[in-house]
Structures are given as C-alpha cells and as structure tokens.
C-alpha cells in the first residue's frame, strides 16, 4: 500500500497523521512518503487545475492522509491528479462529501454519514505496551487558553496535595509551550521530595512516550486535552488537575464525556474516592480507524499481517 501523509508543519496535526499511519503499518505493508504543503490557495489552484506538483515524481497513492485546515484542497489537488482515497483528520472547513473518509472528534457533533468516522479524541501513535510502575506517576502542565483559565495558586494547592497524599510515589512532571515561565519557579517553593521538574527544554520528541510508558498514573491539567487523549491511550490511569472552564464548548464537552464514561477523574473526585479509574488497554482510536479503513477499501492479503518494514518516512 501506497500512502502520502500531507503535513502543514504543525505538530499536532503531523501527530494525528503519523498515529494513524502507524497503525495502518502495523496491518498492511505499507510505503509512506511524507509531504509538506504551501498554502491553500496553491492548494485551491492545483485542484482546480487537476494537478499535484509535489506528488509528480511519486508512485501513485492508495490512500492520501491530512489533518489541518491547510491540507484540504492540497488532499483534493493530490486524489484528483494521482487517484487513490483521500482522508481528511478533522472537522474539515469544506464540505463533508468532498473526502471519502472524514475521522471526527465525536465532540465536534459530526453529521450521520457513511463516509464520516466519529473518533474520541484526535488520534495519535502511542500503545499501551510498557512497564506501568505503580510506584511512578507523570504529571503534564498546559498553560493559559482560550478554554481555560489559568490560576497558578488553585493548581500548586492541587499538586502539594497529590504529592503529600501519596509520599511513596514518585513523581515526573514537565511542562509545555505555554505555561507561565514563573510556574515552576512557583512550584520549586513547595519543595517536593517525590517529585522530579522536567521543563520543555529538556525534554525530546518521544520523551513523553516513553514516560507514559513508565507510568501507571498519569496526571493532566484540563486545557491539555491532547495529553489527555495520549494518557488514555498509552494504557495510563488518568487524573485532571481541575481548572476553570472559559465556558462551554467542544474541547470541554470532549473532557465532560470522557468523566461521565468514568474513564477520567477529577482531582476533586479522587481526594473524595481515593483512587482513580483503572486503565484502559482497549482504548486506541488510530488502531480502530485504521482497521475501518482495511476494511473498506483494502482487504487484507494472505501473509500481509506482519508488520512492515520502513518507507522513505
């Protein structure tokens, strides 16, 4: 199988892509080629125009991914010059029937269509496979939103009370691009015993796999919705550091489904409980779409289970 994974630079959408097309890997032999786009309105003028420059020396794709509101006249472009499926990772800013598949975040209230997949959360590429030391807990601090806001005091008092609560654990914690640059000069006052300061900038791009990995727990400020989702799915027991919602929408409606299912706790919740919702090894939305996809289009060959080796991505 033949898969170009269109990218727009952003991190988060390239994750969304890279999760599915692990997955994909994992059922199917599978060549990627990684390909970076430039504006929509080239998009738009390629698509009109039947043509794909980016593509032009490639093989011919059998699936085509993106995710981002840059990629989808590029998707368009790509599927009317070369052919193949065209997969679009998001609510799309363009019509629905436009792409043959549509993976949707249930939380955006995706329309009934066969061509449409209501997805929890956005995908990503983490397993639940690892060590799971009960003994360990990784904390991951977002920062100020337009979902959230952001009150230093109420999320220290939070922490000091976890790491007094439960002196046996050891804890990671490490922050993100946008937490105040004060926070952990906050933080470092309390003095926590059990608990190791990791900041962004010392951190690399599959460090947070590998420590979810390590981790039963894994505690998540509520703006962090993608860590949350990735918690979940790296087979981690999920607590929310709790912040004060800017009002409702779909990022926390997203959170509010995941607490009703019981499959996230509150902090509030676990001081009242005094434990959290066990792991869930069956929850991983890139395996799910990717079997849905096999399924629809490409039936699996004798002898084409076992994993594949390495394309040029």
């Excluded at 029937?97 to 549509?102: A, K, N, T």
């Amino acid at each position: 199988m033949v898969l170009w994974r269109l990218t727009d630079g952003k991190r988060g959408h390239e994750n969304q892509t890279l999760g599915l097309e692990k997955s994909l890997r994992r059922k199917r032999h599978l060549i990627c080629h990684e390909i970076p786009v430039s504006s929509p309105g080239q998009g738009l003028l390629n698509w009109a125009a039947g043509r794909f420059p980016e593509g032009q020396a490639l093989p011919r794709p059998d699936l085509i991914l993106g995710a981002g509101h840059r990629t989808h006249f590029h998707l368009l472009a790509a599927r009317r010059s070369r052919g193949g499926r065209a997969v679009v990772l998001m609510q799309p800013s363009l019509p629905l029937s436009l792409f043959d598949l549509c993976l949707i975040p249930e939380h955006d209230k995706p329309p009934v269509r066969n061509n449409v997949l209501p997805t929890v959360g956005v995908l990503n590429g983490l397993g639940s496979k690892g060590a799971h030391d009960v003994s360990r807990s990784l904390i991951l601090i977002g920062g100020p939103s337009r979902h959230h806001q952001w009150r230093s005091g109420d999320l220290l008092g939070q922490l000091q009370a976890l790491f007094e609560s439960e002196p046996e654990t050891v804890f990671t914690l490490t922050t993100s691009r946008r937490t105040p640059a004060d926070f952990l000069e906050s933080l470092e006052h309390l003095d926590p015993n059990n608990c190791r300061l990791v900041p962004l900038s010392e951190t690399g791009p599959e460090w947070v796999a590998e420590q979810l990995s390590r981790s039963a727990c894994a505690w998540v400020t509520e703006d962090s919705v993608s860590m949350v989702y990735e918690s979940l799915t790296a087979g981690c027991s999920v607590g929310l550091l709790e912040m004060t919602p800017s009002g409702v929408g779909r990022v926390t409606g997203g959170i509010e489904q995941l607490v009703r299912r019981g499959w996230v706790n509150r902090f509030a919740d676990w001081r009242r409980e005094g434990r959290l919702a066990g792991p869930r090894d069956d929850f991983n939305e890139a395996a799910r779409c990717a079997e849905e996809i096999i399924e629809r289009w490409f039936q699996p060959m004798q002898g084409d289970a076992r994993p594949a080796g390495q394309g040029p991505c």
